[in-house]
């Protein structure tokens, strides 16, 4: 099995881990707000304590979504399946039903067509591409390649006239 990670943004991880950092707050705040306050001060003590759960609740799920998005966002291709897998959401994906890879050099992009007209688009480092098309390729001898280069810049050309 051979595993690409996921090239994140430097904001995207910015604010992944600000988001990580503001989770911890939040579940600091909260034991804070409960030490402090008198659940049987309430006319009804149900609704602090549904209050309460959901204070907690929401910076752990999120929390969790976070750290998978840093631990577990790759690309495998694994026998006859590329699967990806961006934090908690995965995805499978027959080799065999890969159309064209198409390396487009204007976006600087990878993207994977299959043969009902979907696509996926490869976000790993661009050192890696070569590597990814390889092993996609040895999966499936089928698959067709092609790179959409940049084209050339006539302004100058237009300049001199």
């Known amino acids: ?34 030490i402090t306050s008198d659940v049987t001060a309430s006319a009804n003590p149900v609704y602090p304590i549904i209050q309460y759960t959901l204070m907690f609740l929401i910076p752990v799920v999120l929390l969790v979504v976070l750290v998978s998005l840093i631990v577990s966002s790759y690309y495998s291709i694994d026998g006859n399946t590329l699967k990806t897998s961006f934090g908690i959401i995965k995805s499978k994906y027959d080799i065999s039903t890969i159309d064209t890879v198409l390396l487009d050099r204007n976006t ?5 067509y299959f043969k009902n007209n979907s696509f996926v688009v490869i976000v790993v480092k661009e050192d ?21 280069s940049k084209e050339p810049d ?8």
Do not use: H, P, R
Not at 2 to 22: C, E, W
Not at 108 to 112: A, E, Q, R, S
Not at 131 to 148: G, P, Q, V
């Open 154 to 161: 006539n302004k100058d050309d237009k300049k001199k006239k």
């Open 128 to 148: 890696w591409y070569d590597e990814f098309i390889d092993a996609l390729c040895k999966s499936n001898k089928s698959i067709e390649f092609s790179i959409k």
């Open 1 to 34: 099995m051979k595993i690409f990670k996921y090239k994140f943004t430097k904001l995207t991880k910015t604010l992944i881990y600000i988001g990580i950092v503001l989770c911890f707050a939040a579940f600091g705040i909260n034991i804070f707000s409960i």
């Open 108 to 112: 600087n992009k990878l993207t994977v």
